[in-house]
């Protein structure tokens, strides 16, 4: 079955620098591959998904990439704000709405 | 507005007893998904549904089991509660392919 790897496991940033998760998938048949923010106490929300016929997708602050051939995808945060702090999560499934694996999470510390 | 709900939101039982996390939703979402939160671990899946009367094993179902007898509803059965089964499970749903999974806001179960 599918596996997901996500690193780093702690990320702690200045306020205004960039941060980026990194995340491997392990099934070829993956197509769908959303991130989620959670805050502290709160449940995992959507902020941004990539499908695998596109390479790169962006939402003002926010962009993941996806590497195919090598099965990785990437979040990217820039101009950090003390609100992006918060636990990260990748996931990977096929068609998405159906069977989704999660990484282990990041969690991400914006230093004001 | 469309929502989903789970109960007991806090629960703490003792070893040995059966427990029962209930999840409605009001989306009229086919797929239902239940995922344990783990510190480390991410979030795990446990079971899900693909619609009534279906429901499927995921990565940590030993000790758990789901039926669906309508659209709305996915109780998680604790047969025999464990310490290890001290967790927070999130209750999940989406419409379907290319469809977002939505989280319900959790269930903190201590298991002593």
Redesign the interface.
């Known amino acids: ?1 599918e596996n997901v790897e ?1 690193h780093p ?1 702690t990320l702690s940033v200045q306020e205004g620098d960039s941060a980026v998760i990194k995340c491997t998938y392990s099934d070829s048949a993956s197509n ?1 591959f ?1 991130w989620y923010k959670q805050e502290l106490g ?5 902020i941004i ?1 990539i499908r695998s016929n596109v390479g790169e997708k962006k939402d003002q602050r926010i962009a993941v990439t996806l590497n195919k051939t090598a099965k990785h995808f990437s979040l990217h945060i820039t101009e950090t704000q003390p609100e992006d702090s918060a636990v990260y ?1 990748c ?1 990977a499934s096929i ?11 990041t969690r991400l510390f914006v230093k004001a | 507005d469309a929502e989903i709900t789970q109960s007991p939101r806090h629960k703490i039982t003792e070893t040995g007893r059966q427990v029962t996390l209930a999840c409605h939703q009001t989306w009229n979402h086919n797929n239902m998904f239940w995922y344990r939160q783990d510190l480390g671990h991410g979030l795990r899946l446990i079971h899900y549904s693909y619609g009534v009367q279906d429901t499927n094993k995921g990565e940590v179902s030993d000790g758990y089991s789901v039926s669906r007898s309508n659209t709305e509803d996915l109780p998680l059965t604790l047969e025999s509660a464990a310490s290890s089964q001290t967790s927070v499970y999130f209750c999940a749903s989406s419409g379907g392919s290319g469809n977002t999974i939505y989280f319900g806001e959790g269930s903190w179960l201590t298991v002593v």
């Open positions: 079955g996500q496991s769908y959303p709160k449940r995992p929300q959507l998904d999560f996931a068609s998405g709405g159906f069977k989704t694996i999660f990484g282990a999470g």
